[in-house]
């Protein structure tokens, strides 16, 4: 199962975000070294730091996440992931009405994450259900596959960036110290001086929070914003997401280099269709990885021990 539309496009926005450094709309004026602070210990391989040395330019750091995903997917594809799914409905109160949980495996194929449905509300799938998962994450496997689409996506990666770097703009810049490594930290907001087009942009260029991201690899360390406005879609006949909804994303960097999602999680209320009105809130956390010594044709297996 792929990620939801709004925590793909969120995370998709921390991955590229940091790029935003030196473009228009980007706060050079704002940007300032940082005392050290110190953070939760990592995985990371301690770096030097040099508080003083000016931020990368947008230039710098795009190449930096394009050359990182490249890079990574071959030690991407080594592991396998359980990851749990929480996906409760709520009242404007936030108690909890009815709540869906799933696990999952997730690994990736060419750098494109696949998540294997495994179990719901904590009962593994039966015979039936199974094989129909296998056949849905084999069809998701030859997609990811295919070289044509792989070399779509590299195009893609870059015209995102792009679109990413002109919604946002990235103020009060400044380095801080997680895990020993040098990790760049922006408030982000939307551009004032551009008009979004499409749910998408929409959608970014009214978020605004906090992001940090590595500096070394452009990779998204961690990502907290909000909605500072209405989203809607189909012109709001199909669906409004309401102001004041949240998301937060996080990242862990592997002893080898691997980038892997540790937490997104999220909360608010939307209108579907003409009748609805949900109040939900979401999250999904990372409950361990392994490396796997066969990648077989349903997904990694023999996980190494």
Known sequence: ??????????????????????????????????????????????????WNAPLPSSVEL??????????????????????????DNTDKNGAVKQRHVRQYDMFFVNG?????????????????????????????????????????????????????LHMLRYTNGHRIDRGGRSTLAYDLSGDPDVHPKGVEETFLHNMSGTIQVDEATGELVDLNARLDHDVKIGGGLLANLHKGFWIHAQQQRYPDGVWLPELVEGNGDARAALFFHPYFKFKQTMNGCALTSVTTSEGPASVAR
């Open 1 to 50: 199962m792929r990620r939801s539309l709004c925590a793909g496009l969120v995370v998709l926005a921390g991955a590229w975000a940091l790029s935003a450094s030196g473009t228009k709309g980007w706060a050079q004026a704002n940007s300032k070294p940082a005392a050290p602070h110190a953070a939760k210990p990592s995985h990371a391989t301690a770096t030097t730091i040099d």
């Open 62 to 87: 795009k190449q930096r996440v394009l050359n990182n995903l490249k890079q990574s997917e071959a030690e991407q594809e080594r592991y396998v992931c359980k990851t749990v799914r929480e996906e």
């Open 112 to 164: 494109e994450e696949i998540d294997k449905l495994t179990g719901r509300d904590g009962k593994p799938l039966n015979a039936d259900q199974s094989k129909k998962e296998s056949g849905r994450v084999q069809k998701e496997i030859q997609k990811d596959s295919d070289l044509k689409y792989i070399a779509k996506r590299d195009a893609d990666n870059g015209k995102q960036i792009d679109m990413l």
